[in-house]
């Protein structure tokens, strides 16, 4: 794993932008390895990748890594070695020779590559290449779980990294020319240079599709193909390792451990996560407002807590218990602090579990519930299902505390386990939700985004993350997964949180409160960006929800943008909708409500007022060229209405909304219901005179 965050780090130096780069590396001006040659880290790179690849499982993707990506096959069998706690290298030598037996008839006759070719003519060398098919193919992947682990995890980030890449491969010609033709092009562009730079594309098209195969063969793909090529006890990824790696600070290792655990927990199927569940659920610490940690369980680790937790294994699991401790998936902590590693690999596991194969439990839609009722009964049996939620309750309270509690010596700010939190969080959201105090867990990933504008040069950039860059990033993910899985529950908390801001700053004097310091002050364009993010995702979802909707983007705007300028041009999102109106003569705004009521906000007073227009949802309202009048239309009701706001002498005193006159309009067919927010537009022609637009191209006249 060192070796792989060197060439990662060296890929990066050498002129390639990555995201994961340890910080460290941003100091270093030249390349970590030496100022031999630029190219060192792809050279090093295409080295590793030629040694990690599993060669002969695939014949024909192993003709694409040579043809196209520029692997080099080996012909030797290679030992491979691990680092133990002590940074030692333990060496596992010689794995080969001794498990590998070979007939000689069994060595094929006719290979077409070069190499097979001069091995043919010396028997030897052909006895010793297809060795290292055997060996590279399955034999390998029976020696240790910890060695599969660090293998595919290797492996699985290089290739990611480089897919990301532009043009990324290792044969020297298609470099080479690519260098040229750039250089050729930056003065004359001829036909030629056309189909040329259309070439160019498409091998560049097919080197990151060569990349995405290797990766998807040993991500989901190598288990059934080593059973294939023959091996009889294939060493799974150890599921412990990667739920550690949840949240690396390497960014490509920690998409590389993300991607290998969900494939592995798939894999292994409703029971074999049940199993997982029993085996480290005993290890989840039970937090509580003044307590970080189970105390029973540090005090007595060889109690019931502990022991109550041996994996339940199966007749096939059973034969294997004589095998090295690394095989065992969950074992007694002799101490303390193992004690509270395993505590932190519980949460995270179960959170993933959790999160990625128990989100159908929580689902109540009637029209889905036939079709999702095998999916439910898989989830109840992993140990998240309603009837039993006790799991989930204690798994969302840890996630939340990660969250929530306050830097100390013991659990600092920005560390990958708080990061790992931020992120279940977010993706298991609606399993976690019936537990989590929503308000709490939306102001603590606010108030870590509070400083993206700062932060974010070094994300658009692909410069190194540093941790609280990382950590901001993680929490506005997790924001954007909240609020597009639950947008009434998101809306309707901000709105909420808002309406307390409100009430508190007009007290802040007395009360002797700084408000610049409040979340909901420093979080403002976060709050904004997911808002537009809502509204531009889920309209019809918003339209239900635009008043509140409305507090919040006034809460975020600045005022002073709108006295010059119009809504349309400070936020042209909410003005989509139909039923918002914006005056600035007046500085009134009208929204139309779901609920038939009509919302005018005073913006010179910072006041507003809602009065009862319809009996059914607004479908559209506009207020007049000079602000007299606002018109509202209910489609629901056939029914426009006239609505003149008039105020007391020199425009003091409390302004009174009335409507002046209301007409019947025909009704709207019911094909044209079918998009609420394109039924009707209301457009005024003159002062006194609007025009109602409806779905079907249809169009009257109204006057005031």
């Known amino acids: 794993m060192h070796v792989l965050l060197k060439i990662i780090c060296s890929l990066s130096t050498s002129g390639y932008c990555l995201n994961g780069v340890d910080g460290n590396s941003r100091s270093n001006s030249k390349p970590i390895l030496g100022p031999l040659d630029t190219s060192h880290g792809m050279e090093i790179a295409q080295l590793l990748l030629s040694l990690l690849h599993s060669w002969g499982l695939d014949n024909d993707l192993d003709r694409v890594c040579q043809v196209k990506l520029g692997l080099l096959r080996p012909m030797v069998p290679i030992s491979f070695g691990l680092l133990s706690k002590a940074n030692q290298m333990s060496l596992f030598l010689p794995t080969w020779n001794s498990a590998i037996l070979v007939d000689d008839d069994s060595i094929p006759d006719d290979l077409p590559s070069l190499e097979d070719k001069i091995c043919n003519m010396y028997p030897e060398l052909a006895k010793r290449e297809h060795l290292t098919r055997i060996f590279t193919s399955h034999t390998h992947w029976e020696l240790s779980t910890t060695l599969t682990s660090n293998h595919l995890l290797a492996i699985i980030a290089l290739s990611h990294t480089l897919m990301s890449m532009s043009n990324a491969t290792f044969v020297p010609e298609q470099e080479r020319n690519r260098k040229l033709h750039r250089q050729s092009t930056r003065v004359n562009w001829s036909k030629t ?11 560049q098209a097919q080197i990151k599709q060569g990349w995405s195969l290797l990766a998807t063969l040993h991500c989901v793909l190598l288990p059934d193909k080593v059973v294939e090529a023959g091996a009889k006890n294939f060493k799974r990824p150890q599921v412990e390792m990667m739920a550690k790696r949840w949240q690396h600070h390497c960014v490509e290792v920690r998409e590389a451990a993300q991607t290998l655990l969900l ?10 996560r049940k199993a997982l569940v029993d085996a480290w659920a005993q290890y989840l610490p039970l937090y509580t407002q003044t307590e970080t940690i189970n105390q029973q369980a540090v005090s007595s680790p060889g109690m019931n807590h502990v022991n109550s937790g041996q994996l339940q294994q199966s007749p096939e699991t059973a034969e294997e218990e004589f095998e090295e401790e690394e095989e065992e998936q969950v074992r007694k902590p002799s101490s303390l602090s193992e004690l509270k590693r395993k505590q932190s690999t519980a949460v995270i596991l179960l959170g993933v579990i959790g999160a990625e194969f128990g989100q159908d ?3 109540v839609d009637n029209n889905k519930r036939r079709a999702s009722e095998d999916r439910r009964k898989s989830s109840v049996v992993e140990g998240f299902g309603q009837g039993n939620n006790n799991l989930a309750r204690l798994t969302a309270m840890a996630l939340s505390h990660l969250l929530l509690a306050p830097p100390s010596p013991k ?8 990061r790992a939190a931020i992120d279940l969080i977010g993706r298991g959201f609606t399993v976690w939700a019936p537990f989590l ?4 867990v939306l102001l603590g990933l606010l108030e870590l985004c509070s400083d993206a504008d700062r932060l974010v040069p070094s994300m658009t950039y692909g410069l190194p993350l540093t941790p609280q860059a990382d950590s901001c990033r993680t929490a506005r993910h997790a924001l954007t997964l909240i609020a597009t899985a639950r947008p009434a529950a998101f809306i309707t908390t901000m709105a909420k949180e808002v309406a307390r801001y409100n009430a508190m700053q007009q007290n802040a004097q007395t009360l002797n409160i700084n408000m610049s310091n409040n979340v909901l002050h420093k979080a ?3 709050i904004l960006r997911g808002v537009e993010l809502l509204i531009d995702k889920m309209q019809n979802e918003m339209s239900d929800l635009l008043v509140e909707l409305m507090d919040i983007i006034l809460h975020c705007l600045d005022p002073s943008q709108l006295k010059n300028k119009g809504l349309q041009d400070v936020f042209p999102a909410v003005c989509r909708f139909n039923q918002v109106s914006h005056c600035p003569a007046t500085r009134r ?5 779901n609920a038939g009521t009509l919302t005018m906000y005073e913006l010179r007073q910072g006041k507003c007022t809602t009065i009862n227009a319809h009996g059914s949802p607004v479908t559209a309202a506009a ?5 007299k009048f606002l018109v509202s239309y209910a489609c629901g009701e056939n029914k426009l209405c006239f609505w003149q706001t008039s105020t007391g002498m020199f425009g003091l005193g409390q302004s009174q909304t009335r409507c002046i006159k209301s007409y019947s309009t025909a009704p709207i067919a019911d094909v044209a219901r079918l998009n609420p927010m394109r039924l009707a537009r209301l457009i005024w022609i003159n002062n006194r005179t609007v025009t109602l637009m409806l779905a079907d191209g249809s169009e009257t006249r109204f006057n005031v």
């Open 193 to 203: 240079d056309e189909e040329h730079e259309e070439m160019y594309t498409q091998q």
């Open 263 to 272: 494939a592995e927990l798939s894999r292994m199927g409703p029971k074999g």
């Open 361 to 363: 439990i929580t689902g």
């Open 411 to 418: 659990l600092p700010a920005h560390i990958p386990l708080r």
């Open 437 to 440: 105090d929503i308000s709490k």
């Open 524 to 526: 403002k364009p976060e």
């Open 589 to 593: 705004i009208a929204v139309g409500s």
């Open 623 to 627: 207020f007049s060229p000079d602000g």
